[in-house]
C-alpha cells in the first residue's frame, strides 16, 4: 500500500516540480497513506507492551538500554501492577533508566506497558 503510493509519486514526479499544489496533495496522500499504517498496530495489547519492554527506542531512549535490561523477562516488576502510581513507576523507568522521555498517560505504549505488567501477576 505504501509502497503503491510512493510509485505514484514517482510517477507523478516531473509533473509535480510544475505543479506545486499537485506535489503537495500527492503528498498529503502518501503521509496519510503512512498514518493509517501506523495507526493499524496501534491497539494497546499484552504483546506490544512485551515489544516496548524489550525496545531500545522506547520513549525516544539512547538505545543502550531495555527495560528487560534490569528486569528480565519481566522480573522484578511481576506484582507491580498492584501498587499504586504505576505509570508513574514506568515513566521513573523510562527517564533514569532508558534516559528517555516519559509517556503521556493516555499513549498507547503506556496503556501496552500497563497491560503488560498486569499480564506478570
Ligand atoms: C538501569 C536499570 C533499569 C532499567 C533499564 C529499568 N528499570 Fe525498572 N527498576 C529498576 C530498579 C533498580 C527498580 C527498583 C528496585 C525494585 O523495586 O525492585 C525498578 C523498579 C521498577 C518497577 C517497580 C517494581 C515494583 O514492584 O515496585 C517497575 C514497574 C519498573 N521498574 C518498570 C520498568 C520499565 C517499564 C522499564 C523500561 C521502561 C524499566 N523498569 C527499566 C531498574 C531499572
Given at each position: 500500500m505504501q509502497e503503491r503510493?510512493?510509485?505514484?509519486?514517482?510517477?507523478?514526479?516531473?509533473?509535480?516540480?510544475?505543479?506545486?499544489?499537485?506535489?503537495a496533495a500527492l503528498l498529503a496522500v502518501a503521509l496519510a497513506g503512512m498514518g493509517a499504517t501506523t495507526?493499524?498496530?496501534q491497539t494497546p495489547?499484552?504483546?506490544?507492551?512485551?515489544?516496548?519492554?524489550?525496545?531500545?527506542?522506547?520513549?525516544g531512549a539512547f538505545g543502550t538500554k531495555t527495560c528487560g535490561s534490569c528486569h528480565q523477562d519481566g522480573a522484578g516488576v511481576e506484582f507491580s501492577s498492584e501498587k499504586p502510581n504505576?505509570?508513574?513507576?514506568?515513566?521513573?523507568?523510562?527517564?533514569?533508566g532508558l534516559r528517555g522521555t516519559p509517556?503521556?498517560?493516555?499513549?498507547?505504549?503506556?496503556?501496552s506497558l500497563l497491560l503488560y505488567h498486569e499480564s506478570l501477576k
Open positions: 503510493v510512493f510509485q505514484e509519486l514517482f510517477i507523478f514526479k516531473d509533473a509535480c516540480d510544475m505543479i506545486p499544489s499537485v506535489k495507526c493499524a498496530a495489547s499484552v504483546e506490544h507492551g512485551e515489544k516496548l519492554f524489550t525496545d531500545p527506542t522506547l520513549g504505576l505509570p508513574k513507576t514506568i515513566n521513573m523507568c523510562i527517564t533514569r509517556l503521556p498517560m493516555e499513549s498507547v505504549e503506556m496503556k
